[in-house]
Structure formats: C-alpha cells, structure tokens
C-alpha cells in the first residue's frame, strides 16, 4: 500500500512550538557546558579540608539541611523514574519526598578559590554521594569543580521548519540506516502502555542531527501505531536550500519514512525566528579554548600536595585530567569512578540521570578577592561515620566546615 504523505502547517507549529520553547527554557549552553569536575569516589580516597576552609581569599558557603525520619540520606534522588531500554539509563523526573522534616542540620554547602592555573576561574569543592553500579553510595565524596564564570546573553536565530506526516508505524522506521548519508541519531523519548487485550507496547521517538539540520520522528499521537509525524528545523537559514532539501530527503528515505519518489512540498516550509536568553564565558577565554584538563589536573595536585585529598595517585590525576573536558560536569555528567576507570557518570553501568539544566551561571562576582593560599593540614582524613551513627549524624569534618564557613562569611561581611 503507498504511503500517504501529508504536509500540515498546524502540525509544524505545535512541534516547533515545544521543540524551540523547550530549548529556550534550558538555554543552549548551560552552567555545567562552561565547566568539568570529578566526583573522587574510588575506594580508599579521603579527604580533609579544614585548611582550605582557614585560609584566606576562599568563600564558604553552607546551608540548612532537613532531617527526615526515613534512612534516605536527604539530597541524594530517590530511584523512581522513566526507564529507557537503549542505554539501561533512568531518567528522575524529580526528587521524592519522604516524610515531613523535624529539624534542620547545617552543613557545607561549597568552597570557592580562585584557580591556580587560571585566577580568572573558580574551583569550587563540595560534598556528595554517588550511585554506582545500581545502589546508593552511603559514604560521601569530595567533588571538584572547575567553572568558568559565565554572562548573560541574549540570542536570535533565523531558521526553517518543515512539518510532515506518513502513514507509517514509527517503529518500522530503520533508524539506524541514517548513520550511512552520515547523519547522528539519538532516542529522544519514550513510553509504554498495555492494549485492551493485555499486550505491552512501547513507542519511541528518535532525534537525527546533521549540521545545522534536526529531525525529530515521533508517533502522530502517544498509542498511534499508523502515522508518524516528522518535524525539520535547519537552523541559521531563512530559506530551503536545494542542498538541505537534498539532505532531508535522502536521510528520510533511508529510514524507511521517504519513498524514492517523494518531494519536499514548498507549502510545508515555514521560515521563522528564534530568539532566547543564554550564557556565555565572561572572562575572554572562550569555553572551547580553555585547558580544563590542565586545570584539573593543577588543582587535584595541589590538594594532594597540602593534604587535603588522601589516597589518589599520579595516574589517577592523569586520568582524570584525560577525561576532564568541556560540558563533563554536573550530576549526568561528571567524572566518577567505575571498574578501575574515571568516566562520565552517564556512561556508567546503571545510571540515574536527572533532568537537571541549570542555566543560572556563575557570576565572575561569586570569585574571591584574591588567590587562596591554603593552609597545610595533617593526612586526618574523611571518612563515613561508623554503622551505629544514625543516617543523618553530620560528620565530624562537615560539621566543623559549616561552623568554620559561617565564622568566615561573618568575618567577610564585616570587612
């Protein structure tokens, strides 16, 4: 039977509307794409930094912790989410909440120094804990972050957007064949539901990228297993080149969505604007210029060297320093340890991502006055409380680094 093709300009619209409001509302570059940082959760790593907290030119921030009555350790996610079966990720779709505070503990929050290897961006340490290899770590771990501050910017950008819809069931879509015309492809999306007749049925939508050129294939409506609608932007243009329309044809009867025969109509074009607010390096180092790894790996070294972070060796800096590139940073993405190798936290066995775009930025004004020259300290080092502390017993260290920072941010706010 010969599929039918249509072209619907309301259809285009409502795709483009949440496709482009989706990427306005989470910035194109957020915080974490000016930054990298390592989660130092491999076993036998400790760490101390009460000199950092009592040396000068740092910034210590705290903040008020509930404490629950439950075991679940307060700021770790709870796993409950959306599986996606491509890669055995989970995406959170939010933090659970599990029983009513009774008090609040304070707690370290972040220290901020200026970076050795460049004093125009900040290295910022925290305290977390990890899910590793499909279960809570119940220690915590020292993060360290290399952020550059950033700027607010306003952005426009011309582009084209093609709305199309086949009679064709998305999954018989040969997805994969894009990747022959040299096209990249990622599932975007996915849901389950069970038929009247007790069948499970799963439907996925799939995103293809080319230069400027985005294709998004989703079923016509959530349980539609007859049409598929297909939804182009190409970006930074404000009419169809034969090119282009050469490129979506192509790729779109290599997938199986096409026939040979088919044509782009000129009616299903629509030519628009897109304007929204992003972020953008402040220090005139341009993200993709800065050495993060050099800059990680200066850092780590120096904490080691002052004893602070106990327990790492040489090649595991090198390795670290490696993999720290730019955007490898925040909860998905940072760098942790896996199987005897420092990885993205996303390419782990069993991840838990969060849907997390922080597009906040970092304020070169959250920078220090000076460079920290931190205070030696002793190997005391980090460790998880013993098994008869309850859960939410602050440790020693953490305990002393919010009493420490509040002393300081007073201290701070007198000068």
Not at 27 to 45: H, M, Q, R, W
Not at 116 to 131: G, K, Q, R, T, W
Not at 202 to 207: A, E, G, I, K, Q
Request: aromatic share 6%.
């Amino acid at each position: 039977m010969k599929k039918r093709t249509s072209y619907g300009f309301s259809a285009l619209m409502i795709l483009g509307i949440l496709i482009l409001s989706g990427t306005a509302s989470a910035c194109v570059n957020p915080t974490d794409s000016f930054a990298t940082e390592v989660l130092l959760n491999k076993p036998g790593v400790s760490y101390n930094l009460a000199g950092m907290i009592e040396s000068d030119d740092v910034i210590v921030k705290t903040k008020e912790v509930p404490i629950r009555k439950t075991g679940h350790t307060e700021g770790v996610p709870t796993p409950q989410a959306i599986m996606i079966p491509e890669n055995n990720s989970t995406v959170m779709t939010g933090t659970i909440s599990a029983g009513e505070p009774v008090e609040t503990r304070t707690e370290l929050d972040r220290i901020i120094y200026r970076s050795h290897h460049n004093p125009n961006v900040a290295v910022i340490l925290s305290e977390d804990c990890s899910y590793i290899e499909g279960e809570w770590d119940d220690a915590r771990h020292i993060s360290v972050k290399i952020q550059i501050p950033t700027k607010d910017v306003h952005r426009s950008m011309p582009y084209i957007g093609i709305g199309l819809t086949k009679d064709v069931y998305t999954a018989a879509l040969d997805i994969e064949a894009c990747a022959d015309p040299g096209w990249d492809f990622e599932v975007s999306g996915s849901g389950s539901w069970t038929t009247d007749d007790g069948e499970r049925r799963t439907m996925r939508s799939y995103l293809l990228r080319k230069g400027d050129i985005r294709i998004n294939a989703m079923p016509a409506d959530r349980t539609s297993l007859e049409e598929t609608v297909v939804s182009v932007t190409v970006n930074n243009a404000t009419s169809l080149s034969e090119g282009a329309k050469d490129e979506i044809t192509d790729v779109l009867v290599a997938i199986g969505f096409f026939e040979s025969t088919d044509i782009i109509d000129d009616t299903a074009i629509a030519s628009n604007i897109r304007e929204w607010d992003d972020l953008e390096s402040a220090i005139g180092v341009a993200a993709d210029d800065f050495d993060f790894g050099y800059a990680m790996k200066t850092e780590l070294e120096r904490l080691i060297d002052d004893g602070m972070i106990v327990g790492l060796t040489g090649g595991d800096v090198d390795e670290i320093a490696s993999a720290s590139v730019r955007g490898a940073a925040g909860y998905n993405s940072r760098i942790v340890y896996e199987d005897g190798e420092w990885i993205p936290y996303r390419e782990t066995g069993n991840p838990v991502l969060m849907k997390i775009s922080d597009c906040g930025g970092f304020s070169i004004t959250e920078l220090p006055g000076g460079l920290a020259s931190s205070v030696p300290t002793e190997s005391t080092t980090h460790a998880p409380a013993p098994d008869h502390t309850p859960a939410h017993t602050v440790p020693a260290f953490t305990a002393f680094a919010a009493i420490a920072g509040l002393l300081i941010v007073s201290r701070m706010g007198r000068r």
